[in-house]
């Protein structure tokens, strides 16, 4: 059977077609991130208000809850932007910038 093609060959041309390349490398770079953070930065689950907010240009934005958790980002931003680089065989992610979203909104 020549003919066979396998179904993981066509996602890309699907994702292409309809034009969500973007959406799913950002889908997939925010993933990562959310699996792999929990055992670079010594915790067991991702904490709490620490997300990942989007992914545009090779940029990786993180909403964190402190300027604690802004730092400890920071201090491991090379080791995360080499692992999920890594993880995804790939060279998309460039840098990587925690903002500090504290949930309360100000009138």
Known sequence: ???????IDLIPKAL?????????????????????????VGTDALPDGVRPKY??????VVAVPSSIWAQRIYVHR??????INLHLDKEWV??????????????
């Open 55 to 60: 992914f545009k240009n090779g940029f990786l």
């Open 16 to 40: 292409a077609r309809y034009k969500l390349t973007r959406e799913a490398r950002a889908a997939l770079v925010c993933a990562r991130f959310r699996d792999l953070l929990p055992g670079i």
């Open 94 to 107: 460039k840098d990587l910038r925690a903002v500090v979203e504290t949930g309360k909104a100000e009138v």
């Open 1 to 7: 059977m020549s003919d066979f093609t396998h179904f």
């Open 78 to 83: 090379h080791e995360l932007l080499h692992r």
